[in-house]
């Protein structure tokens, strides 16, 4: 049997789209225009950089317009408020006119070095070239525990397995970018629908470094909020288990009754003891409202699609023909 030669591609005349969302990013956006330049200049293909301003209340928007003012190959997209990053970088996906597609952190954390990498994969028939990160020491103990804790959880309960440490930081051919515009949920956890989508995707590996300026905007609660979105959005087990627990219920409090019923024919009636009841009610309760809860996390993300509101509202665009 004769092998299938693997799909090669060459960037000669191919264009790149960078997508840059902002939010609150005065303090590195020139060192990362600065770090850009010779970097995409090197690889040697037309670029554009589209940043997204995600409602920003300091002075990026000012910096972003200075920016493409001096530089035409900058693209700036300013959202009317804070519509979040998911939403952020979908309004890039939507705007970018690229053959490879490329969404990157202005922090720096996501090294734009790698990008060259990212090219050769797709050179060599990758459709999606994704960034893992093998050492993340930059990062909290808390934040490296929290987030291996996350993926190991997710891909137990989700169809679609996630790449260990894999962020948004990737390289997309134009294919793969397309799908993703076609997909119309508002609840967008992108990680989720990078993976969902398939195609032939390889990981490149590289040391994630501390940020180059500024304070990061995520905090414990925003990320807590953020994982209960990726769950629900890739995965019914959340909600499925409580029909698991409710037969469970039901068994034990079968085999309760009947313990009761025959030590009463035995040894006659006795009176239960007032803590006991307690305990059983006060716990009784509390899972329901579990479900409950779960349920309402479901039916929440439900009504926030079936409104069938616009994702982003864009408040202006510059440097786009």
Do not use: H
């Not at 959340?238 to 068994?251: D, E, M």
């Not at 009761?260 to 509390?286: E, K, Q």
């Amino acid at each position: 049997m004769t092998s299938v030669p693997a799909q090669t591609r060459s960037r000669a005349g191919k264009r790149l789209s960078i997508i840059a969302p902002c939010y609150n990013e005065q303090e590195v956006l020139e060192l990362f225009f600065a770090r850009m330049d010779p970097v995409l200049t090197a690889i040697g293909v037309e670029y554009e950089i589209i940043c997204v301003n995600d409602g920003s209340r300091d002075a990026t928007l000012a910096v972003l317009l200075a920016a493409q003012q001096r530089d035409a190959r900058i693209k700036v997209i300013d959202l009317s408020r804070n519509f979040g990053k998911e939403t952020a970088l979908s309004a890039g996906l939507d705007a970018a006119t690229g053959d490879m597609v490329v969404p990157i952190d202005v922090d720096l954390q996501d090294p734009p070095e790698l990008i060259a990498d990212f090219v050769a994969e797709w050179e060599k028939g990758a459709d999606v070239a994704y960034g893992v990160r093998v050492d993340r020491s930059a990062d909290s103990a808390a934040k490296r525990m929290s987030a291996q804790g996350f993926y190991r959880f997710f891909n137990r309960i989700s169809d679609v397995p996630l790449p260990y440490n894999a962020g948004d930081f990737r390289l997309m051919d134009r294919r793969v970018v397309e799908v993703l515009k076609q997909l119309p949920e508002r609840n967008r956890f992108m990680k989720g629908l990078f993976a969902w989508v398939g195609f032939k995707q390889v990981g490149v590996d590289y040391v994630r470094p501390e940020r180059a300026a500024g304070s990061s905007n995520w905090r414990y609660w925003t990320l807590w909020n953020f994982a209960l979105d990726g769950l629900t959005s890739f995965s019914s087990v959340p909600i499925r288990i409580w029909s698991y627990v409710g037969f469970a219920a039901a068994v034990l409090a079968f085999i309760f009754a009947a313990t009761i019923v025959g030590r009463t024919l035995l040894f006659g009636a006795d009176v239960p003891g007032y803590p006991s009841i307690v305990v059983i009610l006060l716990l009784s309760f509390g899972v329901q409202m579990l479900a409950i809860g779960t349920l309402g996390e479901y039916v929440a993300r439900i009504y926030q699609e079936v409104k069938g509101r616009p994702l982003y509202i864009v408040a202006g665009r510059y440097g786009f023909d």
